[in-house]
Protein backbone atom coordinates (compact mmCIF):
# COMPACT_ATOMS: atom_id res chain seq x y z
CA UNK A 1 0.00 0.00 0.00
CA UNK A 2 1.13 3.23 -0.93
CA UNK A 3 2.13 5.85 2.21
CA UNK A 4 1.54 8.90 -0.30
CA UNK A 5 -2.36 8.69 0.44
CA UNK A 6 -3.28 10.55 3.18
CA UNK A 7 -6.68 12.59 4.59
CA UNK A 8 -7.75 15.20 7.00
CA UNK A 9 -8.38 12.01 9.57
CA UNK A 10 -5.26 10.53 9.17
CA UNK A 11 -3.31 13.32 9.58
CA UNK A 12 -5.34 13.93 12.91
CA UNK A 13 -4.81 10.90 14.33
CA UNK A 14 -1.35 11.12 13.49
CA UNK A 15 -0.66 14.27 15.92
CA UNK A 16 -2.96 12.07 18.42
CA UNK A 17 -0.16 9.44 18.12
CA UNK A 18 2.52 11.52 18.74
CA UNK A 19 1.50 12.38 22.26
CA UNK A 20 2.95 10.29 25.45
CA UNK A 21 1.26 6.52 24.74
CA UNK A 22 -0.63 7.05 27.73
CA UNK A 23 -2.45 9.59 27.04
CA UNK A 24 -3.04 9.14 23.20
CA UNK A 25 -6.01 6.73 23.03
CA UNK A 26 -7.80 8.22 25.68
CA UNK A 27 -7.42 11.78 23.99
CA UNK A 28 -8.17 10.44 20.40
CA UNK A 29 -11.48 8.99 22.27
CA UNK A 30 -11.95 12.04 23.44
CA UNK A 31 -11.75 14.28 20.80
CA UNK A 32 -13.73 12.17 18.35
CA UNK A 33 -16.30 11.85 20.92
CA UNK A 34 -16.55 15.72 20.66
CA UNK A 35 -16.92 16.19 17.22
CA UNK A 36 -19.42 12.63 16.70
CA UNK A 37 -21.56 13.51 19.80
CA UNK A 38 -23.21 9.89 20.31
CA UNK A 39 -20.10 7.93 20.27
CA UNK A 40 -18.81 10.41 23.24
CA UNK A 41 -22.03 10.00 25.41
CA UNK A 42 -21.80 6.19 25.30
CA UNK A 43 -18.59 6.19 26.11
CA UNK A 44 -16.65 4.72 23.39
CA UNK A 45 -12.85 4.01 23.75
CA UNK A 46 -10.49 3.98 20.95
CA UNK A 47 -7.79 1.29 20.95
CA UNK A 48 -6.63 0.91 17.51
CA UNK A 49 -6.76 3.33 14.59
CA UNK A 50 -5.40 3.03 11.37
CA UNK A 51 -5.75 2.45 7.67
CA UNK A 52 -6.74 -1.01 7.89
CA UNK A 53 -8.05 -1.28 10.82
CA UNK A 54 -10.04 0.08 13.78
CA UNK A 55 -10.69 -1.24 17.18
CA UNK A 56 -13.09 0.34 19.69
CA UNK A 57 -14.38 -0.88 22.95
CA UNK A 58 -17.51 0.03 25.63
CA UNK A 59 -17.61 -0.83 28.86
CA UNK A 60 -20.49 -2.22 30.49
CA UNK A 61 -21.75 0.89 32.20
CA UNK A 62 -25.01 1.38 33.65
CA UNK A 63 -25.93 4.27 30.86
CA UNK A 64 -25.42 1.67 27.76
CA UNK A 65 -26.85 -1.14 29.62
CA UNK A 66 -30.33 -2.97 28.53
CA UNK A 67 -32.86 -4.52 31.26
CA UNK A 68 -30.83 -8.19 31.72
CA UNK A 69 -28.03 -5.40 32.89
CA UNK A 70 -25.92 -6.15 29.74
CA UNK A 71 -24.97 -3.67 26.92
CA UNK A 72 -27.81 -2.86 25.09
CA UNK A 73 -28.43 -3.86 21.20
CA UNK A 74 -28.37 -0.30 20.20
CA UNK A 75 -25.02 0.22 21.85
CA UNK A 76 -23.84 -3.22 20.05
CA UNK A 77 -24.66 -1.79 16.77
CA UNK A 78 -23.11 1.59 17.16
CA UNK A 79 -20.05 -0.13 18.64
CA UNK A 80 -19.86 -2.03 15.21
CA UNK A 81 -20.70 1.01 13.17
CA UNK A 82 -18.31 3.12 14.80
CA UNK A 83 -15.18 0.94 14.01
CA UNK A 84 -16.68 0.00 10.23
CA UNK A 85 -17.23 3.80 9.63
CA UNK A 86 -13.81 4.93 10.86
CA UNK A 87 -11.80 2.28 8.94
CA UNK A 88 -13.68 3.85 5.84
CA UNK A 89 -13.01 7.11 7.03
CA UNK A 90 -9.48 6.45 7.15
CA UNK A 91 -9.06 5.93 3.18
CA UNK A 92 -11.47 8.24 1.98
CA UNK A 93 -10.32 11.42 0.12
CA UNK A 94 -10.97 14.79 1.88
CA UNK A 95 -13.63 15.66 -1.12
CA UNK A 96 -15.52 12.86 -0.35
CA UNK A 97 -17.33 11.51 3.13
CA UNK A 98 -18.20 7.98 4.13
CA UNK A 99 -22.32 7.37 4.68
CA UNK A 100 -23.62 4.01 6.23
CA UNK A 101 -26.00 2.31 3.79
CA UNK A 102 -26.87 -0.37 5.31
CA UNK A 103 -26.12 -2.38 8.57
CA UNK A 104 -27.53 -6.33 9.58
CA UNK A 105 -27.06 -7.66 12.91
CA UNK A 106 -27.83 -10.79 14.01
CA UNK A 107 -27.92 -11.18 17.82
CA UNK A 108 -27.09 -14.88 18.30
CA UNK A 109 -26.21 -14.96 21.91
CA UNK A 110 -26.41 -13.17 25.51
CA UNK A 111 -23.49 -11.39 25.71
CA UNK A 112 -21.09 -11.08 28.54
CA UNK A 113 -19.65 -7.77 30.29
CA UNK A 114 -17.49 -5.64 28.29
CA UNK A 115 -17.89 -5.28 24.04
CA UNK A 116 -14.70 -4.78 21.82
CA UNK A 117 -15.99 -4.13 17.75
CA UNK A 118 -13.00 -4.68 15.23
CA UNK A 119 -13.37 -3.42 11.38
CA UNK A 120 -10.73 -4.41 8.58
CA UNK A 121 -10.04 -3.20 4.93
CA UNK A 122 -8.08 -5.71 2.52
CA UNK A 123 -5.78 -3.78 0.26
CA UNK A 124 -8.20 -4.47 -2.28
CA UNK A 125 -11.22 -2.35 -0.41
CA UNK A 126 -8.42 0.42 0.44
CA UNK A 127 -7.40 0.91 -3.05
CA UNK A 128 -10.65 1.29 -4.23
CA UNK A 129 -11.99 3.83 -1.83
CA UNK A 130 -9.00 5.62 -2.53
CA UNK A 131 -9.25 5.73 -5.99
CA UNK A 132 -12.59 5.95 -6.94
CA UNK A 133 -15.01 9.35 -6.03
CA UNK A 134 -18.02 6.91 -5.23
CA UNK A 135 -18.59 3.97 -4.59
CA UNK A 136 -19.41 1.25 -1.88
CA UNK A 137 -18.15 -1.61 0.02
CA UNK A 138 -18.85 -4.52 2.85
CA UNK A 139 -16.74 -4.17 5.98
CA UNK A 140 -15.84 -6.90 7.88
CA UNK A 141 -16.16 -6.20 11.67
CA UNK A 142 -15.92 -8.62 15.02
CA UNK A 143 -17.97 -7.80 17.95
CA UNK A 144 -17.22 -10.21 20.91
CA UNK A 145 -18.05 -9.52 24.24
CA UNK A 146 -15.47 -10.17 27.16
CA UNK A 147 -15.89 -13.87 27.79
CA UNK A 148 -14.20 -13.58 23.94
CA UNK A 149 -17.02 -14.76 22.47
CA UNK A 150 -19.47 -13.05 19.48
CA UNK A 151 -23.00 -12.34 20.60
CA UNK A 152 -23.76 -10.24 17.61
CA UNK A 153 -22.31 -11.08 13.81
CA UNK A 154 -22.54 -7.73 12.04
CA UNK A 155 -22.35 -6.84 8.32
CA UNK A 156 -21.58 -3.06 7.30
CA UNK A 157 -22.14 -2.18 3.92
CA UNK A 158 -20.72 1.89 3.75
CA UNK A 159 -20.58 4.19 0.78
CA UNK A 160 -18.87 7.08 0.03
CA UNK A 161 -19.63 9.85 -2.04
CA UNK A 162 -18.33 13.48 -3.30
CA UNK A 163 -18.89 16.35 -0.92
CA UNK A 164 -22.13 18.65 -1.55
CA UNK A 165 -20.82 22.30 -2.45
CA UNK A 166 -22.65 24.54 0.16
CA UNK A 167 -24.85 26.97 -1.95
CA UNK A 168 -24.35 30.78 -1.30
CA UNK A 169 -27.13 32.40 0.13
Known sequence: ??????N???RTVRRFMEMPKPIRMPMLSYAIGNVVRYVGTTGIRFETMN???VVVALSNRKKVQNHIKQIHAGAMILLAETAS???VGMNVADDSVP???S????????SQGAMQATANLTDEQIQLIR??????????VKVVDADGKEPILVEAIW???PKQRSVNK
Open 8 to 10: DLQ
Open 51 to 53: ERE
Open 99 to 101: VIK
Open 85 to 87: GMV
Open 103 to 110: IKADFVKR
Open 159 to 161: AWI
Open 1 to 6: MSTQFT
Open 131 to 140: STPKGETTVE
